[in-house]
């Protein structure tokens, strides 16, 4: 099957990104939610991205004009396009909330398009499972997504291996580099990642070092770019938390718990940059 028209359902950072590096490299693109007023601002910041694309010499400006022709705004599900090939979801991190709205889309986008999830942890096979599971997959974007290049393809139980191609082949036209994963809790980059996060805010909680200096030990120590309690901050420590406990339960060992620090500051509404602070405070 070959994709030309792609929805992309949910308007954040992730879904943003997502809308751009498709309609950038030509591909007729809906950008849903039900939120007008995000969905202006997620115009806004794709603009302000190209522009930063269009001052490094990346592309022109009339490739910028161009692909934010490419993108249409959609206000609901119920809007989505009949002409829709692929249906991305990037919606906020609940397994209940993803369920319910592929299967709300199950009713309404042509039999024929492939559904696939941005999810960073959750069970692609438990997604799929209610609605299309041969045409299901998972599409795990890294951010900022017009600058990183890997994209997690993720197998569910029962993804046909005409989707997983067709996925994969689209993944290398974006100009992405694709890593086919097997559908475990946190895939590779997360179940990796978060429990160092997590680590660190033990080693915080615990007093072994302020915070600056743990992500200085991190960033000298071991070449990292960001310090990990800078990035748990720029994930939101909402998502940290919403990953650690798939974690946890997916294989129930104790080595995932979530440090109860981490709790405690999502509890608290210190959710990182989002909501203006979190281990660091941000104007």
């Known amino acids: ?51 930063r694309q269009v001052q490094k010499g990346s592309i022109t400006e009339y490739d910028k004009q161009f692909t934010l022709k490419r993108i249409t705004p959609t206000s609901g599900v119920e809007n989505i396009p009949e002409a829709t090939d692929l249906v991305i979801e990037a919606i906020f991190e609940n397994k209940e909330a993803k369920l319910s709205l592929f299967k709300k889309l199950d009713s309404i986008v042509k039999k024929e398009a492939i559904f696939a999830s941005n999810t960073s942890s959750i069970s692609i096979t438990e997604l799929g499972a209610p609605v299309r599971a041969g045409q299901f997959i998972g599409m795990y974007f890294m951010n900022p997504v017009p600058v990183m290049k890997l994209v997690e393809i993720i197998r569910g139980y029962s ?45 915080l909680m615990e007093g072994v070092a302020s915070a600056e200096d743990i992500d200085t030990v991190m960033k000298q120590g071991m070449n990292h770019p960001m310090g990990p309690l800078t990035l748990a901050d720029f994930i939101g420590l909402d998502v940290c938390l919403a990953i650690m406990e798939v974690l946890y339960n997916g294989f129930n060992d104790s080595k995932y718990r979530p440090c109860p620090l981490l709790r405690k500051m999502v509890a608290a509404n210190k959710l990182g940059k989002k909501s203006g602070e979190g281990f660091y405070k941000y104007s």
């Not at 007008?36 to 302000?48: G, R």
């Open 1 to 51: 099957m070959e994709i030309k028209n792609v929805s992309v359902i949910g308007c954040g950072t992730m879904g943003n990104g997502i809308a751009h590096v498709f309609a950038l490299k030509g591909f007729e693109v809906s950008l849903i939610d039900i939120d007008n007023d995000k969905l202006k601002n997620a115009i806004s910041i794709i603009n302000k991205n190209l522009d």
């Open 159 to 203: 993804t046909s291996d005409e989707t997983f191609e067709t996925i994969k082949d689209l993944a290398v036209k974006l100009d992405k580099i694709p890593v086919d994963v097997s559908d475990f809790p946190g895939f590779v980059a997360n179940r990796i990642l978060m429990p160092m996060i997590n680590e660190a805010i033990f080693a």
